[in-house]
Structure formats: structure tokens, C-alpha cells
């Protein structure tokens, strides 16, 4: 008997010495957040060049030129010379040149427009701010039917030639591009008138 709560008296002892310690709370670092990239406004000085500029059907560009702010922002042009190509079968490719007097030239066809319509056009470039614009606006190219424009400006001394498709372009260059392939084929615009070359007057007939 004693020999039996002896025994008993042990094991409860062992028990009690060798009872489960609490497990340990484990210490796992957190999770480091995500970084989330911050939303651009999309601008026209964030373009995205996806196709070589040397590939376009205007050859190569001069792509050493450094935008900076523009020195002369308040200067009229010299002159905007654009060349749209593309648009599928059958479509007319139209060359236009256009000078700070008003005179034009039309694919070969020369014109003039009012010193009002110049101010209007100037206008829409400094709108632009085509000389502060970053690259070249081409896609992948493969589209047959859309417009490749070539579009160079001169201005103070400076000069500057950006190349774009018409799917790749900011709203604001593309109503400015349009605006000025409309000349030569609106009213605002009136073509030069050559003098008639008139013929020598044939001299009378005797009398017989």
C-alpha cells in the first residue's frame, strides 16, 4: 500500500517537472508593402518611340537634338513644312509648305493666306509646344493604312523635326497638323494668279 502511493507520488512529481512549457509566439517579419508605381498624366512629353525613327519613309533624324525649354516661344515661325504619307490605295500624298508672309505651296501649287490665318496657325503651335516636345510619335509600322507624318518647323534660328503616326499623336498636334494640310483647299486660302502670257499679235492681212 504505502509501496503503491509511494509510486503514485513519483509519477506526479515527474508529471509536474516535465509539464509542456507554452510554445513559443513566433516572430516572422511583416511583409514588406508592395511599392505601387504612381499614375503619369499622360502629357505630349512622355512619347513612346516603338519603331526606329531611321526606318520611317522619311529616312534618318538628326536624334542628337536636346529639348530645353524653348528660347523663343514668343517668336512667329519661319516656316512648317509637312509631308503626310500612307492611308492605303489611291491616297494622295500631300507636301505642304508654309511661310511666315502667308505664301504656300501646295503639292506644287502656290497660294496665299491672310496675315489672320498665319496668326491663327501660329497660334496652334505654341499651343503645341512642338519644340518642347520629347521624340518621335511612331508605332510598329505594318499598317498600310494609316498616315505617317513628317512635320518640320523653323523658327528664330531654330529648327525641328518630330515624325508620327496619326494613331500615336496627341489631340492637340494632330488638329494642328490638320489645320494646316486644310490650307490650299479651304477658303481661307487663295491661289496665286500667273499672268497670262499673251501672244504676239499676228500682223494684218494685206488686202488683196
Request: glycine residues 8%.
Amino acid at each position: 500500500m504505502k509501496l503503491r502511493l509511494l509510486l503514485m507520488i513519483v509519477i506526479f512529481a515527474l508529471a509536474a517537472c516535465t509539464g509542456g512549457e507554452a510554445p513559443a509566439e513566433s516572430t516572422a517579419a511583416p511583409e514588406e508593402p508592395t511599392d505601387v508605381p504612381a499614375e503619369v498624366a499622360p502629357t505630349q512629353a512622355v512619347i513612346v518611340v516603338t519603331r526606329d525613327p531611321n526606318d520611317s519613309p522619311f529616312g534618318a533624324v538628326d536624334e542628337d537634338v536636346e529639348v530645353t525649354e524653348d528660347p523663343n516661344p514668343d517668336a512667329l515661325f519661319d516656316s512648317i513644312h509637312i509631308i503626310r504619307m500612307g492611308g492605303g490605295d489611291g491616297v494622295e500624298t500631300i507636301e505642304m509648305e508654309l511661310r511666315q508672309d502667308g505664301s504656300y505651296v501646295r503639292n506644287g501649287t502656290a497660294g496665299v493666306i491672310s496675315p489672320e490665318n498665319v496668326l491663327e496657325v501660329d497660334a496652334q503651335l505654341d499651343e503645341v509646344q512642338f519644340f518642347q516636345m520629347n521624340g518621335d510619335m511612331l508605332g510598329p509600322g505594318g499598317d498600310d493604312r494609316a498616315f505617317t507624318y513628317g512635320v518640320t518647323v523653323e523658327r528664330a534660328g531654330s529648327r525641328r523635326t518630330i515624325q508620327a503616326d496619326d494613331r500615336y499623336m496627341p489631340i492637340v498636334f494632330k488638329e494642328f497638323v490638320a489645320r494646316v494640310l486644310q490650307i490650299g483647299v479651304g477658303p481661307q486660302s487663295t491661289p496665286i494668279q500667273r499672268p497670262t502670257e499673251l501672244s504676239p499679235t499676228e500682223p494684218p492681212t494685206p488686202a488683196s
